[in-house]
């Protein structure tokens, strides 16, 4: 009689979701210590060749052919984790001559830098990896000022909390060689706009999480917008001047570096496109306790108003037509 009933109880609708959503976070909550465990086992062994006298970084690779520097930022305690995702990005399939990590000269100094990066220092080329410092420019620290110090050359920005797929890199240049001219990107939102051709709310655009069909998305398209998490690559000269007003750039957008530099690109009639075989968000792992903090909460919340005043700001910038490289 009781099993009876039990059986009849999990075909009510209200229980039946309930079971199963019990068992969706009983999945995440196996997904989520597995990825734990994925991230300590390479932070032991990242860990394990710092302390070694050869890290395991392969220097006869090179690739020449195109001047890339990948430039990221960190900050406070995320600071002594960025080290990994270094490590992930100097043993990539495709080695760039450069990796620029920016911190603001009134947080570090080569004197009180975390212990990894001064061992990672001292074992990588200096024209492979470099720390430098800068004003504290917040999340703009990833590009401005590698612009500023490498203006011929096209800049890969990396978030500092992941530990990125061995090809991960090789992707952004592959499509870079297809579209020279053309921001890449892994992740990307779509633009939305209204029927004055007025652009919508951030909110309201929606994310790109695979390509689609659409041959509009496989090509360089002005409407594509980079999120930064996946990595963007910016060709060498695809931003108007303007990009480097640091006063205007604290005054509209101060929490949102990725709108300023989609819209100073955008200004200079730049489009953007996607990698063919983007890393689906779940091949990310991100750093124990990264999510802490950062732009993100904030974001929600303040990326509709940034947008407003940055658009306000520079009436020039058209998001009209569909043109392709």
């Given at each position: 009689m009781f099993l009876s009933v039990k059986k009849w109880l999990k075909h009510l609708p209200l229980v039946k979701r309930w079971l199963q959503q019990r068992q969706l976070n009983h999945q995440n909550k196996l997904l989520s210590h597995q990825l734990a465990l994925a991230v300590d086992c390479i932070n032991t062994l990242n860990e394990s060749a710092l302390n070694d006298s050869v890290l395991p970084i392969d220097l006869s690779r090179s690739n020449t052919d195109l001047a890339i520097v990948v430039s990221l930022t960190s900050y406070g305690?995320?600071?002594?984790?960025?080290?990994?995702?270094?490590?992930?990005?100097?043993?990539?399939?495709?080695?760039?001559?450069?990796?620029?990590?920016?911190?603001?000269?009134?947080?570090?100094?080569?004197?009180?830098?975390?212990?990894?990066?001064?061992?990672?220092?001292?074992?990588?080329?200096?024209?492979?990896?470099?720390?430098?410092?800068?004003?504290?420019?917040?999340?703009?620290?990833?590009?401005?000022?590698?612009?500023?110090?490498?203006p011929c050359a096209s800049i890969v920005t990396m978030d500092d909390d992941v530990i990125y797929p061995y090809n991960h890199l090789e992707k952004l240049v592959a499509k870079h060689?297809?579209?020279?001219?053309?921001?890449?990107?892994?992740?990307?939102?779509?633009?939305?706009?209204?029927?004055?051709?007025?652009?919508l709310p951030y909110h309201q655009w929606s994310f790109v999480t695979a390509l689609p069909d659409s041959a509009d998305l496989r090509l360089p398209n002005r409407h594509i917008f980079p999120v930064g998490i996946g990595g963007v690559l910016y060709p060498a000269g695809c931003f108007s001047d303007e990009v480097l007003n640091s006063a205007a750039f604290m005054q509209l957008c101060p929490a949102a570096d990725d709108l300023w530099f989609k819209?100073?690109?955008?200004?200079?009639?730049?489009?953007?496109?996607?990698?063919?075989?983007?890393?689906?968000?779940?091949?990310?792992?991100?750093?124990?306790?990264?999510?802490?903090?950062?732009?993100?909460?904030?974001?929600?919340?303040?990326?509709?108003?940034?947008?407003?005043?940055?658009?306000?700001?520079?009436?020039?910038?058209?998001?009209?037509?569909k043109s392709n490289d």
């Open positions: 305690e995320r600071a002594a984790q960025v080290h990994h995702t270094i490590l992930s990005l100097l043993n990539q399939s495709y080695l760039t001559p450069t990796i620029v990590l920016w911190l603001a000269d009134d947080e570090f100094s080569l004197a009180n830098l975390p212990q990894p990066l001064t061992q990672l220092l001292a074992k990588v080329d200096g024209e492979r990896f470099q720390v430098r410092f800068c004003d504290d420019i917040r999340s703009f620290k990833k590009l401005i000022p590698t612009l500023e110090l490498f060689r297809e579209h020279p001219n053309v921001v890449v990107c892994h992740h990307a939102r779509l633009m939305k706009f209204d029927v004055h051709h007025q652009v819209l100073m690109a955008q200004l200079n009639d730049v489009q953007a496109v996607m990698v063919d075989a983007p890393t689906p968000y779940s091949d990310y792992l991100l750093l124990p306790g990264s999510q802490d903090s950062g732009l993100w909460a904030e974001n929600k919340t303040r990326n509709d108003q940034q947008l407003l005043a940055i658009v306000n700001a520079y009436p020039n910038i058209s998001f009209g037509g």
